[in-house]
């Protein structure tokens, strides 16, 4: 049984938030949960993560998906479709001009997530003591890291850390990247916004999400809570699932 918890806020330096975080289930009973960081504009980034959140999350629930592989075709129509949907609107309204948003999702079935994102918003899991980041972020800096330009640390204060090369909104193509896990009981999964990451460290994530006592809703809350007390520089927003076995406690 998947059980899921969020939390989001504004953070202790922007105006507005922009991120949008939901979950939902299909006709079926599958969990897909969504974390979108918009960007541009003085609305546009609402809007775009609104959007994009509230299209495919409707669109999910009206479906009766229970595979991975036809979940996996299905979110590439839709992504697709959701970029082309975020440019016209962009076109259309001057004021959304620019607008965009990168997307991380996981649709959880019995055994297996299935994971798709674009942009620098992040998926983890925590199996069995063992923390690690399962996507890649679609940045400027990943590609320099990558080319050994300059170090994972560096790449943290870069001056050019937030241009992103991949999201929806921002370009007529796109390549979503997948990840398929298995998921086992107990494993927890993160997705969050770069507002986490860039304040919280690896291993901080790691001891809130081992903390004894704190059920899921309270891990996200402590999550979101520690990146304000290191600076809160950006809008922060975190989405946890579990697999649990029936009528088990997530603390």
């Known amino acids: 049984m998947i059980k899921t918890a969020f939390a989001s806020s504004i953070g202790r330096v922007r105006e507005s938030n922009q991120d949008f975080v939901q979950i939902f289930k ?11 960081d918009g960007m541009g504009g003085h609305q546009g980034g609402d809007v775009a993560s609104t ?4 299209h495919l ?5 009206s479906t009766d998906l229970h595979d991975k592989k036809l979940a996996r075709k299905w979110l590439d129509v839709q992504l697709r479709s ?36 674009l942009g620098d918003s992040r998926a983890y899991s925590y199996s069995e003591g063992n923390f690690q980041q399962i996507t890649e972020d679609h940045s400027l800096v990943n590609e320099l890291v990558k080319m050994g330009q300059i170090t994972k640390e ?22 979503p990247e997948y990840n398929e896990l298995e998921m086992k009981t107990d494993d927890v999964f993160l997705l969050c916004t770069d ?57």
């Open 26 to 36: 299909n006709r079926v009973g599958v969990t897909m949960a969504i974390v979108c």
């Open 51 to 54: 959007m994009a959140v509230s």
């Open 57 to 61: 999350g409707h669109n999910f629930a």
């Open 82 to 117: 959701e970029n082309e949907t975020i440019l016209k609107a962009a076109d259309r309204f001057p004021d959304l001009n620019g607008m965009g948003t990168t997307i991380v999702l996981a649709i959880f079935f019995d055994q297996d997530v299935l994971i798709a994102h």
């Open 154 to 175: 560096q790449a943290k204060t870069h001056p050019q850390k937030n241009i992103i090369t991949q999201a929806l909104g921002v370009s007529s193509t796109i390549d």
């Open 195 to 251: 507002g986490l990451t860039n304040s919280l460290s690896d291993p901080l994530i790691q001891q809130v999400l081992a903390t004894k006592g704190l059920n899921l809703q309270e891990r996200c809350n402590k999550l979101v809570n520690e990146a304000n007390r290191l600076g809160g520089g950006d809008n922060i927003t975190v989405c946890l699932a579990v697999n649990e076995e029936d009528g088990a406690s997530d603390q």
